[in-house]
């Protein structure tokens, strides 16, 4: 999907509250744009543990891989 249509589809998501969509966005957001992954994949993340979403382990792995969060002891 192109920025502009991810854009648009993100904001879609967010007036609509759907949250696995959301999760689904920020990933694919994160997929596309190296600067800014840890931000995407962060806002995947939180909107994956509100939603109860089971991919929410595997975005957190990813963030720690990253260096943006830090594994648990």
Do not use: S
């Not at 689904?24 to 994949?41: G, K, M, S």
């Amino acid at each position: 999907m192109k920025k502009p249509d991810l854009d648009a589809a993100l904001l879609a998501a967010h007036e609509a509250g759907d949250r696995a969509r959301l999760v689904t966005l920020y990933a694919e957001a994160a997929d596309a744009n190296a600067q800014a992954e840890a931000f995407y994949l962060t806002h995947a993340y939180v909107f994956a543990l509100e939603a109860g979403d089971a991919r929410a382990p595997a975005l957190r792995a990813r963030l720690v891989a990253l260096g943006a969060d830090t594994p648990i002891a």
